[in-house]
């Protein structure tokens, strides 16, 4: 079987696979995708895929240039801020933005996955499911395929590929396969498990709807989601060794005890506690780098293949569409020309994607440790009337990241010297009435350009 180069076969049908086909189909690509599972709107979708995702800024775009967004807004729920749960069960709001329109979107994975694909097809891109990518030939293009269902083995010539196949890429597994390709991939200690608060009895939720929950204790960390029909979406963040971990929580009355302790109002509100925790599989989280991302016109790594990083910042997915969003803006800036559109993304993403990772590794820090600090709240404070003073020069970090499409490596940057700033001006002070706003003004001034803020 031979493809015309109008042809791009995609590998993954998971979150960028099917809105990247959406993208090239308007732009008259025929577009064919290969996906290992086998349909998850006609089988029970397995465990591990529930988990809620937070959408955002750059990832809305994409939707929108898509003509997807509309069809999202209907499958997700606002959150405004994150709602913090003491160990007594008290609650400490903090907002996420400046207003109601800075909110992050709850998403199931699921849904959205479904939602995305069923797009692909409509516009008349073709997914084969149950079809796993065993092998990628560099030099002629030609990929292997296993089918899932009776391990029948096929090949399939190709001009251009592109790896949608997540953070275990078979497409990249290949390139490590050519000279100074350069690959890195680390661990965190910590794993996650999914679990869920149920609806109340008239299927509404039983915690604040509009909402991120978490219960930070310090290395443990618990994080609640809503979805549409008044469940919450919950993952347990430990570390897998040592005390009160993985490793040591398998019996279920003392991960029951556990739960009780550590999270008191959230365990009276998961009555399946016990068989949640058992049934769901402890994922790890990994931060993966590498280059290059392509091998002449032929194939490219995109979204979580290319740059896997860890979901502290909720920005896995963001980051994926907003590949897609780049990809086909160069595809439309230089014809069908390939090599030149497959090296000219690699140039623009890879400071970014690698600026997101190591935001990523920072925020796990803070959300675990951090946020249910006073001094953190105080900074939250600060960076909040700083930017309603100076808008465009002082936007904090986690919007720059979260509400703008400002390139992750400007926020990187920006917001080290920002985090400087604060230290300084935070120092001593319990309130934002207290603020040195002279010394605020001299800081700002010296220290910050104007921002090209995007829609
Ligand atoms: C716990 C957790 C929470 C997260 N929370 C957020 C969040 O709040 N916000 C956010 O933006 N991101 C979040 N993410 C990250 C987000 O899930 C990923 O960035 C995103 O799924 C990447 O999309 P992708 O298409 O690159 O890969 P995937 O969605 O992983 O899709 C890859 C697809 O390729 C298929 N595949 C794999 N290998 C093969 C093969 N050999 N042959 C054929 N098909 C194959 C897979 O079956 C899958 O369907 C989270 C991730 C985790 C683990």
């Given at each position: 079987m031979k493809s015309s180069p109008e042809k791009v076969t995609l590998i993954g049908a998971g979150l960028t696979g099917p809105l990247l086909a959406v993208l090239l189909r308007q732009r008259g690509f025929g577009v064919e995708i290969y996906e290992r599972r086998p349909d998850m709107r006609r089988v029970r979708v397995s465990a591990g895929r529930s988990i809620n995702l937070a959408l955002s800024t750059r990832g809305i775009h994409a939707l929108h240039q898509?003509?997807?967004?509309?069809?999202?807004?209907?499958?997700?729920?606002?959150?405004?801020?994150?709602?913090?749960?003491?160990?007594?069960?008290?609650?400490?709001?903090q907002p996420y933005g400046k207003d109601d329109t800075e909110v992050i979107n709850s998403i199931s994975r699921a849904e959205l996955n479904i939602a995305l694909m069923n797009a692909a097809e409509e516009r008349g891109a073709v997914i084969h499911f149950s079809q796993r990518c065993s092998g990628y030939e560099l030099k002629t293009g030609a990929i292997r395929l296993r089918d899932e269902n009776n391990g029948e083995e096929t090949s399939l010539e190709t001009d251009v590929v592109i790896g949608c196949d997540g953070s275990a890429s078979a497409i990249r597994t290949e390139m490590l396969k050519l000279n100074r390709f350069n690959f890195s991939q680390r661990y965190l200690d910590y794993g996650y498990k999914e679990l869920t608060i149920p609806a109340g009895t008239n299927g509404e939720h039983r915690l604040e709807k509009n909402a991120l929950h978490i219960w930070p204790r310090g290395n443990l960390m618990l994080i609640a989601l809503p979805n549409i029909d008044g469940t919450f979406a919950c993952i347990l963040f430990l570390p897998f060794e040592g005390k009160d971990s993985f490793a040591s929580l398998t019996m279920r009355a003392t991960v029951l005890q556990f739960?009780?302790?550590?999270?008191?109002?959230?365990?009276?509100?998961?009555?399946?506690?016990?068989d949640n925790y058992a049934a769901s599989p402890t994922g790890a989280m990994v931060t993966v780098k590498c280059s290059p991302w392509h091998v002449e016109g032929k194939s490219l790594l995109l979204?979580?293949?290319?740059?896997?990083?860890?979901?502290?910042?909720?920005?896995?997915?963001?980051?994926g569409f907003e590949d897609c969003s780049c990809l086909v803006e160069l595809l439309v800036q230089h014809g069908g020309d390939w090599p030149r559109v497959f090296a000219e993304f690699e140039k623009e993403r890879k400071i970014n994607t690698d600026a997101i990772a190591d935001m990523a590794i920072e925020s796990f820090t803070e959300m675990r440790d951090r946020v249910a600090d006073a001094q953190f709240l105080v900074r939250k404070k600060v960076e909040l009337a700083l930017e309603a003073m100076y808008p465009a020069l002082f936007v904090p970090k986690y919007a720059m990241v979260t509400f703008h499409r400002i390139p992750y490596s400007v926020a990187l940057t920006r917001g080290a010297i920002q985090d400087r700033m604060l230290v300084e001006l935070c120092d001593g002070i319990d309130r934002v009435e207290d603020l040195d706003w002279k010394l605020a003004d001299k800081l700002i001034r010296r220290d910050l350009t104007p921002l090209e803020l995007q829609p």
């Open positions: 898509a003509g997807l967004w509309e069809r999202m807004r209907r499958i997700i729920i606002p959150m405004k801020g994150r709602m913090m749960h003491s160990v007594a069960g008290e609650l400490t709001f739960f009780e302790d550590r999270f008191p109002d959230a365990f009276r509100l998961m009555p399946e506690l016990g979204g979580d293949a290319a740059h896997a990083i860890v979901p502290f910042f909720g920005q896995g997915i963001n980051c």
